[in-house]
């Protein structure tokens, strides 16, 4: 009941196009959704995160798309740039405690 | 830009050795975290440390591990007699503490990458 389930394992998008992951939990006290970025050699860095009183959250070309009823939340990049190869995982994490829950990761290739 | 660092970047290790992996998180943050990968999976959490505690640990964090903050900057963990499925990415995470409830961001170190055989 604490899993956070990543799809898809892989994605391989054009330049300007638009990278779509998706994450579903189960547990309705999760109550924080951050999405980590990593690139090779370093670790994860906080991209953008959301709770669930908001149903989207936009910083830049990153959009966090929030459906609580399915359970389920999602990570937009438009304009999808080369620099933006990297693995992203979504997490979770819920009241009175501070360890958050990662997804399995997604390796996102951005071809010129 | 303040960053968590950690040492050693790779650690080869015999089994049955123990291991320190070190870290100097962020110097005015307050709660630190031990996270692990092992290849291909996904992160997961380890431990927890406020106040010179441990704050909360999962069902990995067994008896072989510990966590220390040996000084004013350096919080360390150690693993007593380390086992093939041990082999795994080591991070290290800070956050500046507050309120649970906020969720104040954690920053990651880049990791340790420690190798049993």
């Known amino acids: 009941q604490q899993q956070v389930k990543q799809s898809p394992q892989s994605l391989i998008v054009q330049k300007g196009g638009i990278s779509i992951i998706n994450c579903a939990y189960e547990n309705t006290a999760f109550d924080y959704f951050p999405w980590y970025q990593q690139f090779p050699g370093k670790g994860p860095a906080l991209l953008i995160a959301?709770?669930?009183?908001?149903s989207e959250k936009k910083e830049g070309r990153f959009t966090i798309s929030f459906n609580k009823s399915a359970k389920q939340f999602s990570l937009h990049i438009m304009d999808s740039q080369p620099g933006d190869s990297a693995t992203y995982f979504c997490a979770a994490s819920w009241v009175n405690t501070d360890k958050l829950i990662f997804g399995t990761g997604t390796r996102l290739q951005v071809f010129p | 830009e303040p960053e968590v660092t950690q040492t050693p970047s790779h650690q080869v290790t015999q089994m049955g050795q123990e291991v320190i992996l070190r870290c100097v998180p962020i110097s005015n943050h307050l709660y630190f975290y031990w996270y692990r990968q092992i290849l291909g999976q996904k992160v997961e959490f380890l431990v927890s440390f406020y106040n010179n505690e441990i704050s909360e640990k999962s069902e990995i964090f067994d008896d072989q591990f510990s966590v220390e903050r040996p000084d004013g900057s350096n919080f360390t963990l150690k693993i007593r007699s380390t086992k093939l499925e041990d082999s795994a990415m080591y991070f290290c995470a800070s956050n500046s503490g507050g309120r649970l409830e906020l969720h104040n961001e954690q920053f990651f170190g880049p990791g340790t990458r420690l190798t049993v055989l």
């Open positions: 959301i709770r669930p009183d908001v």
